[in-house]
């Protein structure tokens, strides 16, 4: 069966450094999400990505987060400059394919724990 | 702000029982409502998705929603101890799919 993944499982990383998370969506999905959880706390919606933009962001998304599909399997996460609040499991999704555009069944990945010092 | 809003628990019960989750929602016109379970380290995987009000059955699990009430609930039937787990509520606030709304979660412990 079809999944997402991520690399790496785990990051750690200093305070200040830049970070790209990645992923490799379901292979004929169209969109794709980051969401991001804190330990004990709710998983929170970064944001969504479709037909090469940004679809929504939350405000937790300014500036120092970008993503990026580079190729045709990849969509990335990078932060420029990690701050210690920024640690936390980031996870990958994707749903919809051209036949089921609008179904709304998100497939997640097994996520990135990132640690930063 | 739009919310999901769920006790945190924990939920005890025995197994074989009845375990019922739920969960309230701030937008009115959300339209796609999702319960999701997440073992303690892993990622959140889909039990039932529900668009229409009232129940959805799926083997164990039956979804029911209200919008009116804009309540969102999850029976879990014959619990089972793999059914421990964080038990979260989604939502879709709008009809694009472009951003979904997690609860912070249920804890769910199933006693054997």
């Known amino acids: 069966e079809p999944e997402v993944t991520q690399t790496p499982s785990h990051q750690v990383t200093q305070m200040g450094q830049e970070v790209i998370l990645r992923c490799v969506p379901i292979?004929?999905?169209?969109?794709f999400y980051w969401y991001r959880q804190i330990l004990g706390q709710k998983v929170e919606f970064l944001v969504s990505?479709?037909?090469?933009?940004?679809?929504?962001k939350s405000e937790i998304f300014d500036d120092q987060f970008s993503v990026e599909r580079p190729d045709g399997s990849n969509f990335t996460l990078k932060i420029r400059s990690t701050k210690l609040e920024d640690s936390a499991m980031y996870f990958c999704?994707?749903?919809?394919?051209?036949?089921?555009?609008?179904?709304?069944?998100?497939?997640f990945g097994p996520g990135t724990r990132l640690t930063v010092l | 702000q739009k919310e999901v809003e769920q006790n945190s628990g924990p939920l005890s019960v025995p197994e074989g029982a009845i375990a019922s989750l739920n969960c309230t929602y701030s937008?009115?016109?959300?339209?796609?409502f999702f319960w999701y379970r997440q073992y303690s380290g892993k990622s959140p995987e889909l039990i039932m998705s529900?668009?229409?009000?009232g129940d959805k059955e799926d083997g164990r699990f039956t979804a029911q929603l209200n919008k009116a009430s804009q309540y969102v609930s999850l029976l879990i039937r014959d619990s089972q101890p793999s059914d421990s787990a964080t038990y979260l509520c989604?939502?879709?606030?709008?009809?694009?799919?472009?951003?979904?709304?997690f609860g912070a979660g249920t804890r769910l412990f199933v006693k054997a």
């Open positions: 999704a994707s749903r919809g394919t051209v036949e089921k555009l609008e179904t709304d069944t998100q497939y």
């Open positions: 292979s004929n999905h169209l969109y």
């Open positions: 990505f479709y037909n090469n933009e940004i679809s929504e």
């Open positions: 937008d009115r016109g959300s339209q796609s």
């Open positions: 529900i668009y229409s009000n």
């Open positions: 989604a939502v879709n606030p709008d009809t694009g799919g472009f951003k979904t709304i």
